[in-house]
């Protein structure tokens, strides 16, 4: 059974661990940096070439 994906709860959980949380509209992710951050969204977990790279996806 699949559980329903509430965008809203997921925005406020993302939020309070300290993410901006802004989904990836080209891949899977979300934005990782700090929800009042300026420039563009970084995701720090996806699309990094490897395990050494401090950032992965980025986009506006």
Do not use: F, V
């Amino acid at each position: 059974m699949k559980i329903p994906d509430n965008k809203a709860k997921s925005r406020e959980a993302g939020q309070a661990a300290g993410y901006c949380w802004a989904r990836n509209p080209l891949r899977a992710g979300r934005c990782t940096r700090p929800p009042s951050h300026g420039g563009r969204h970084d995701d720090r977990y996806n699309g990094r070439s490897s395990l050494t790279d401090t950032s992965g996806s980025t986009w506006a």
